[in-house]
């Protein structure tokens, strides 16, 4: 055959795969052409926007933290590991005592710890789990408060920005299962009362699991009632207050039978002065709106629109959010970094600021849109800042501390090879390692000491040393500003160490210098010392 004949073949078919890119690429531009112009995105597009990605984001953040646990998370693990070890619900051996708010969390953990999982990893990836899972109803209820358009999904992305939400989900409390289940309830409760009347109210059941892990519960479910009492007495009405009251009712007799009261024992512990309570409060919720910056400004918004057009489901969300907010004011927040109170509020928060920002971009008007989106400009730009700050901060500051305080103190603990009692005030990691006989000295193991006149860390008049010594401590440990371990700090340190018998009966036998000043000082009962009461 000839150079001529050769030169007349057709050129050779490009590669199919590289056809199907072009026409991938043909089709995204031509997507993003028409939403330029002003038309909705697809339902796929907004599938992966307002939560495939969100869901990724989730995950990661999650993961730049996940060293760090919580040392309140090791209560539960405690219990959690005596549960599976056959020992009961107790955290002490023979000591019933609900020193937990958490009770479906702790059951979980101590569920999977008997079937050979350590308490500490499966919290994390049930949190991170529940986190990711949580953000199918944020999307859910979120579209129904204002239908998906142009605009994608603002409170799943809001959320996974959140560090309490991220954060929490690998910290190993049970944050991301309860906002999970409050979340869930809510969609289910707000589909049975618009869209089909006649499905099974599965809203009572999921909010009976929320009362299961935390108490709050009941106060969400409240509201949605408040917003939409045409029916209170339908048959499903009915059916969802009996499969929420059912559950509620068997825990309730469970305590009572199982640790003598109706309430948890934290509950005392953690009240009991409402003007430090209240003026705790205030200062927790005023830091928080700082930290979360201005995505929440568009709540306000929200609320008006809402009241205006009259929408039932805007108004309960935001006195979900609001009501919920005046209750952490209330019982004083805690202690914990970056506002985990606040984890189940913020969703609702989060769902007011995305109704509000995507109506107003759904108006289509130049001036609106221009201002809608330097808006949520700046609100990334603060969200991602504050957002990396905490996760530093995390890290850099409240890991390295508890590594440092509670780490080398339950490691010397455990080397000493004299197993005994240990009073001290920060229980989590120094109880969940040792695995020694814990006297709180905070009274949330301490129904004596919760009952005494004062609020949280101050419960500490008339009877408190007493509480502790009747309890017989091999050791203390005691928070001190000095190395020298003569400047006691917090209130149950200086009341205990300035205590006569204390005094007289404990010397120090380690002091752990911490790297940022300060002490965590271990004293030991000296050999010979009687075990008798203090006098009162």
């Given at each position: 055959?000839?150079?001529?004949?050769?030169?007349?073949?057709?050129?050779?078919?490009?590669?199919?795969?590289?056809?199907?890119?072009?026409?991938?690429?043909?089709?995204?531009?031509?997507?993003?052409?028409?939403?330029?112009?002003?038309?909705?995105?697809?339902?796929?597009?907004?599938?992966?926007?307002?939560?495939?990605?969100?869901?990724?984001?989730?995950?990661?953040?999650?993961?730049?933290?996940?060293?760090?646990?919580?040392?309140?998370?090791?209560?539960?693990?405690?219990?959690?590991?005596?549960?599976?070890?056959?020992?009961?619900?107790?955290?002490?051996?023979?000591?019933?005592?609900?020193?937990?708010?958490?009770?479906?969390?702790?059951?979980?953990?101590?569920?999977?710890?008997?079937?050979?999982?350590?308490?500490?990893?499966?919290?994390?990836?049930?949190?991170?789990?529940?986190?990711?899972?949580?953000?199918?109803?944020?999307?859910?209820?979120?579209?129904?408060?204002?239908?998906?358009?142009?605009?994608?999904?603002?409170?799943?992305?809001?959320?996974?920005?959140?560090?309490?939400?991220?954060?929490?989900?690998?910290?190993?409390?049970?944050?991301?299962?309860?906002?999970?289940?409050?979340?869930?309830?809510?969609?289910?409760?707000?589909?049975?009362?618009?869209?089909?009347?006649?499905?099974?109210?599965?809203?009572?059941?999921?909010?009976?699991?929320?009362?299961?892990?935390?108490?709050?519960?009941?106060?969400?479910?409240?509201?949605?009632?408040?917003?939409?009492?045409?029916?209170?007495?339908?048959?499903?009405?009915?059916?969802?207050?009996?499969?929420?009251?059912?559950?509620?009712?068997?825990?309730?007799?469970?305590?009572?039978?199982?640790?003598?009261?109706?309430?948890?024992?934290?509950?005392?512990?953690?009240?009991?002065?409402?003007?430090?309570?209240?003026?705790?409060?205030?200062?927790?919720?005023?830091?928080?709106?700082?930290?979360?910056?201005?995505?929440?400004?568009?709540?306000?918004?929200?609320?008006?629109?809402?009241?205006?057009?009259?929408?039932?489901?805007?108004?309960?969300?935001?006195?979900?959010?609001?009501?919920?907010?005046?209750?952490?004011?209330?019982?004083?927040?805690?202690?914990?970094?970056?506002?985990?109170?606040?984890?189940?509020?913020?969703?609702?928060?989060?769902?007011?600021?995305?109704?509000?920002?995507?109506?107003?971009?759904?108006?289509?008007?130049?001036?609106?849109?221009?201002?809608?989106?330097?808006?949520?400009?700046?609100?990334?730009?603060?969200?991602?800042?504050?957002?990396?700050?905490?996760?530093?901060?995390?890290?850099?500051?409240?890991?390295?501390?508890?590594?440092?305080?509670?780490?080398?103190?339950?490691?010397?603990?455990?080397?000493?090879?004299k197993p005994g009692p240990v009073a001290i005030a920060d229980?989590?990691?120094?109880?969940?390692a040792t695995n020694f006989p814990i006297v709180d000295m905070?009274?949330?193991?301490?129904?004596?000491?919760?009952?005494?006149?004062?609020?949280?860390?101050?419960?500490?008049?008339?009877?408190?040393?007493?509480?502790?010594?009747?309890?017989?401590?091999?050791?203390?440990?005691?928070?001190?500003?000095?190395?020298?371990?003569?400047?006691?700090?917090?209130?149950?340190?200086?009341?205990?160490?300035?205590?006569?018998?204390?005094?007289?009966?404990?010397?120090?036998?380690?002091?752990?210098?911490?790297?940022?000043?300060?002490?965590?000082?271990?004293?030991?009962?000296?050999?010979?010392?009687?075990?008798?009461?203090?006098?009162?």
């Amino acid at each position: 055959m000839g150079r001529s004949a050769m030169s007349t073949r057709p050129p050779a078919a490009p590669p199919s795969a590289l056809v199907s890119l072009r026409a991938w690429l043909g089709g995204a531009l031509s997507s993003l052409r028409a939403w330029l112009g002003g038309a909705p995105l697809s339902s796929r597009a907004h599938l992966v926007l307002g939560l495939v990605l969100p869901m990724m984001l989730v995950a990661t953040n999650a993961y730049r933290v996940a060293s760090f646990t919580i040392d309140d998370a090791y209560i539960s693990f405690r219990y959690a590991r005596n549960f599976a070890e056959g020992h009961g619900l107790v955290y002490n051996l023979g000591e019933r005592v609900e020193g937990y708010t958490n009770f479906l969390w702790t059951v979980l953990l101590g569920v999977f710890a008997a079937l050979g999982a350590r308490p500490e990893m499966t919290a994390k990836v049930l949190g991170v789990v529940c986190a990711c899972a949580a953000l199918v109803p944020l999307y859910r209820i979120a579209k129904r408060l204002a239908p998906l358009g142009w605009a994608p999904c603002l409170a799943t992305w809001l959320f996974a920005s959140s560090f309490l939400q991220t954060g929490y989900a690998v910290f190993g409390l049970e944050s991301p299962l309860f906002v999970l289940l409050v979340l869930l309830g809510t969609d289910r409760f707000l589909v049975e009362e618009h869209d089909d009347a006649e499905v099974f109210p599965w809203s009572g059941p999921l909010f009976a699991l929320a009362a299961l892990t935390r108490p709050e519960a009941p106060l969400f479910l409240l509201l949605l009632y408040v917003w939409h009492p045409d029916r209170p007495f339908s048959r499903r009405s009915l059916l969802r207050l009996a499969t929420f009251a059912l559950p509620v009712i068997a825990h309730l007799a469970f305590r009572r039978a199982y640790y003598g009261g109706f309430f948890p024992n934290t509950l005392t512990a953690k009240t009991g002065n409402l003007e430090q309570q209240w003026n705790g409060g205030v200062d927790y919720l005023r830091r928080y709106v700082v930290h979360a910056g201005p995505a929440l400004w568009l709540g306000i918004a929200a609320v008006a629109i809402a009241f205006v057009r009259k929408r039932r489901e805007g108004l309960a969300i935001a006195s979900i959010a609001l009501t919920f907010g005046l209750y952490v004011v209330l019982v004083g927040g805690d202690w914990m970094p970056y506002y985990r109170f606040l984890a189940p509020a913020e969703p609702f928060a989060f769902l007011l600021v995305d109704a509000a920002a995507r109506t107003i971009a759904e108006r289509r008007e130049r001036a609106a849109a221009v201002a809608i989106a330097l808006f949520m400009v700046l609100v990334a730009f603060t969200r991602v800042g504050s957002l990396r700050q905490a996760q530093r901060d995390i890290l850099d500051k409240d890991k390295a501390f508890w590594d440092d305080a509670a780490g080398r103190t339950a490691a010397w603990l455990s080397g000493h090879d004299k197993p005994g009692p240990v009073a001290i005030a920060d229980i989590g990691y120094v109880g969940y390692a040792t695995n020694f006989p814990i006297v709180d000295m905070l009274g949330l193991l301490a129904p004596e000491i919760a009952r005494l006149p004062g609020g949280y860390t101050n419960k500490t008049g008339a009877g408190y040393a007493a509480a502790i010594f009747a309890r017989a401590p091999r050791y203390a440990v005691i928070i001190s500003s000095s190395v020298d371990c003569k400047n006691p700090t917090v209130p149950s340190s200086r009341v205990l160490h300035g205590h006569p018998k204390f005094r007289a009966e404990f010397a120090v036998a380690e002091t752990i210098r911490l790297r940022g000043g300060g002490a965590w000082c271990i004293y030991e009962k000296k050999s010979g010392a009687e075990t008798r009461p203090a006098p009162r």
